[in-house]
């Protein structure tokens, strides 16, 4: 069973907004935390490609990845939970994990049920709440993997604490 339905978030998942990239991130992170992602990417088996700048290359540790001089390209990682569904991780800083998702790719209950599922992988593995936002508003959480619960749930109306 899904942990959201379709009709109950679809307003959230507007096809107008198409191409719209949401915020999807966990607060209080660490490098372990990045690298226990980084593990359940390669252990899940998901489609994965690691760059920096336009280079695409082995995915480093964690350990690696962050510690980069402060004027090297900012490195990205694409995952695909679903090969029609793409989550791309931005190594900002340790203490963030940041992705976005495309709204375009995530139509429909199949779509969402990927991307419950994905959430739910990343906050189950780091035992941390997985929130997403509208792009650049991390002040206005709209659903998330609640780590009391073990699901992910709706939370337009609540505060991310």
């Known amino acids: 069973m899904s942990d959201l ?13 198409e191409g719209v990239l949401p915020d999807v991130w966990v607060r209080e992170a660490c490098v372990e935390d990045w690298q226990a992602v ?3 990417i390669v252990d899940s088996g998901w489609r994965s490609e690691y760059s920096e700048g336009d280079v695409v290359m082995p995915l480093p540790c964690a350990e690696q990845v962050l510690s980069r001089p402060a004027d090297a390209d900012c490195p990205s990682l694409r ?5 029609d569904v793409l989550a791309i991780f931005r190594f900002y800083s340790a203490d963030e994990i940041d992705f976005d998702v495309d709204l375009g790719e995530l139509q429909g209950q199949e779509r ?22 509208p792009e650049g508003s991390h002040d206005r959480p709209v659903l998330g993997f609640d780590a009391r619960a073990d699901r992910v749930v709706l939370l337009a109306d609540s505060q991310v604490s």
């Open 5 to 17: 339905l379709w009709d109950d978030v679809k307003d959230a998942f507007d096809p107008e907004w």
């Open 79 to 83: 995952v695909w939970p679903d090969p």
């Open 38 to 40: 980084l593990d359940l």
């Open 112 to 133: 969402l049920d990927v991307l419950c599922g994905f959430l739910c992988a990343i906050g189950r593995r780091l035992g941390k709440p997985v929130v997403m936002t």
